[in-house]
């Protein structure tokens, strides 16, 4: 089995600027995640990372290209992405390549862009956060393989419904809080020849990324949005002869 090349992309604002951000995460949001990845998939993904800083975000055409599946994580500095890297992005999702949106994440330009609402939810943060249950409510598909019911997240961000975006093509989890609300942690979409999931769990301040569960998750997120093989390109418009117009034998 060839590898699968993942990207793992974060603004890296929090973990540079915040020192109590940067000691639960000192390798970024980005490492931690990749480093889940390894741990879970092994010699079946290669995992690189990518930084708002970095020269067009670390989102060149070559590195999209190369990138079997993205997961984006971003919080305050969505405005700061370039538009264009945005479109590219797009393109090479629309096209095949796989996309993982990760919790505040929601209000990313690229979310926002291939789901068309707002994307807009209920929240609520508390000093030490509330306790999330994770429950697995579609156990069939391929991302909830192997996954505890429910996962345990004993300090967490309250994400809470109405959550603004279309139907789902599946809802796999959703997640209950301490304060009452619930939320559709867990969801998935197919735009072009990409496939989408979004996975809520995972605030800055809280050590979600090296919960065993949610990286359980992820893994099985990278394997299921991984593209079919063949060459990556957006459907595009066309205008056939119609079948069997051709001329006679």
């Known amino acids: ?3 699968l090349r993942v990207t793992v992309w974060n603004e890296g604002v ?3 600027t915040q020192p109590d951000i940067a000691a639960i995460y000192p390798n970024g949001i980005h490492g931690a995640i990749a480093e889940g990845l390894r741990e879970v998939l092994g010699d079946d993904v290669v995992a690189r990372t990518a930084t708002l800083a970095d020269p067009e975000h670390g989102l060149s055409e070559e590195v999209l290209a190369d990138t079997d599946v993205l997961l984006w994580w971003g919080h305050i500095a969505h405005d700061q992405v370039s538009d264009e890297v945005v479109e590219r992005v797009r393109q090479h ?3 095949g390549m796989g996309l993982i949106v990760l919790h505040s994440g929601h209000f990313s330009k690229i979310f926002i862009r291939m789901l068309g609402t707002t994307c807009s939810l209920r929240w609520r943060n508390p000093e030490g956060g ?3 249950l994770v429950w ?3 156990p069939t598909h391929p991302i909830a393989e192997g996954v505890e019911q429910p996962i345990v997240i004993e300090a ?3 994400y809470g419904e109405f959550f603004d975006i279309p139907t789902p093509d599946d809802l796999v989890f959703i997640s209950s809080f301490t304060g009452g609300e619930v939320f559709r942690s867990g969801v998935t979409f197919t735009r072009g020849r990409g496939r989408i999931f979004y996975f809520s769990p995972g605030d800055q301040e809280y050590p979600v990324y090296f ?5 359980r998750v992820l893994a099985n997120g990278v394997r299921w949005a991984a593209p079919s093989p063949g060459p990556r390109q957006a459907p595009a418009v066309s205008n056939p002869q119609p079948v069997g117009s051709g001329s006679p034998a």
């Open 1 to 3: 089995m060839t590898a």
């Open 156 to 158: 967490q961000e309250m």
């Open 130 to 132: 509330e306790r999330e």
């Open 211 to 215: 919960h065993p569960q949610v990286r």
């Open 14 to 16: 929090h973990e540079t």
């Open 93 to 95: 999702v629309l096209g």
């Open 136 to 138: 697995t409510v579609n």
